[in-house]
């Protein structure tokens, strides 16, 4: 695969949300989905048992956590086409507020700081009750803008 | 099967590790078993692609991994070892993981207090002198042993 903007550019102009996430192998595996509600975009993890990390209590695997944030949030930036190519990690920083029970979790994403090159977004999670946040992170992004890839062809 | 605090530690932290299914649904594997110290690995899979054009390895790999490797070194500096739970945790991503190798982790718990432990971690693919993440981590003692068997006195 080339291009993966294109892709995504097209299932946006369908609102084809599954065939955008689709294009993530880790991300299906996790089984992350997303839509478009009230002008935000709300992203879900179902609960499977595959995404526990202690049996005991149970609660959710705090990198299963993890991943579900960042892949949200590389989402939300690829969704909102604020890169020509799909966003590097720079960093990921995450505080858990609260054992993620075994249920569904849901993710929200903020652009913070949009530049030329680092966006720096935030995350938030939840379960059933969306005040009580499970996790938040705040992640720097290195972006490609359009006009490099312009000048390498 | 000995009973668990008749095992090696070693045996205690692949008993651990094979109860955590996230981290057996990933591949996690121990290597080492030191006192606040581990080393584990996850073999490269399809599933863990984060990038279909490049074909690296997702981040949220990473963070599991490394959220799985520090959590257990934090656990295993105690004596007997105590569960913890993850309060923080920032990754920074030095380099990009590239398909088909594997991810070795190694944590160390640099400073246990009564309630906190301080840990550190470098994600690497074979060469520990060229990491692809460097990661800091708080955790909190729960103040149960991980045999489940009662309280801290």
């Not at chain 1, 720096?120 to 379960?127: A, G, L």
């Not at chain 2, 105690?78 to 923080?88: G, I, N, R």
Request: glycine fraction near 8%; aromatic fraction near 8%; hydrophobic fraction near 45%.
């Amino acid at each position: 695969m080339k291009d993966i903007v294109s892709v995504i550019r097209k299932a946006r102009s369908e609102r084809d949300y599954a065939r955008a996430m689709a294009l993530f192998p880790y991300a299906r595996f996790l089984g992350i989905g997303f839509r478009e509600e009230r002008g935000e975009l709300l992203f879900h993890m179902p609960f499977h048992q595959r995404i526990i990390g202690n049996p005991v209590m149970p609660a959710l695997h705090g990198g299963a956590i993890g991943a579900f944030m960042e892949h949200a949030a590389i989402m939300h930036l690829l969704w909102n086409m604020e890169s020509a190519m799909q966003p590097k990690v720079v960093d990921f920083s995450i505080d858990y507020l609260r054992p993620g029970r075994p249920e569904d979790i849901h993710a929200v994403c903020r652009v913070v700081r949009q530049g030329q090159r680092v966006a720096n977004v935030s995350v938030e999670t939840w379960q059933s009750n969306r005040e009580q946040v499970v996790a938040t992170a705040r992640a720097h992004f290195l972006l490609t803008p359009a006009e490099d890839l312009e000048r390498e062809s | 099967m000995p009973a668990f605090q008749d095992m090696t530690r070693e045996e205690q932290v692949r008993f651990f590790f094979s109860r955590l299914p996230h981290g057996v649904a990933l591949g996690v594997e121990l290597i080492e078993a030191g006192q606040g110290r581990i080393l584990t690995r996850v073999p490269f899979s399809e599933f863990m692609v984060g990038n279909p054009v490049t074909g690296y390895v997702h981040g949220g790999v990473i963070t599991a991994l490394v959220d799985q490797t520090a959590g257990t070194a934090a656990m295993f500096a105690s004596d007997p070892p105590e569960t913890v739970a993850t309060l923080d945790l920032r990754i920074d991503h030095l380099t990009v993981a590239r398909a088909g190798q594997p991810v070795h982790a190694f944590a160390e718990c640099y400073k246990a207090t009564r309630h906190i432990c301080f840990v550190r971690c470098i994600a690497y693919a074979e060469d520990r002198n060229h990491p692809i993440a460097t990661s800091m981590g708080c955790f909190m003692k729960t103040g149960q042993l991980l045999a489940g068997g009662g309280e801290r006195k």
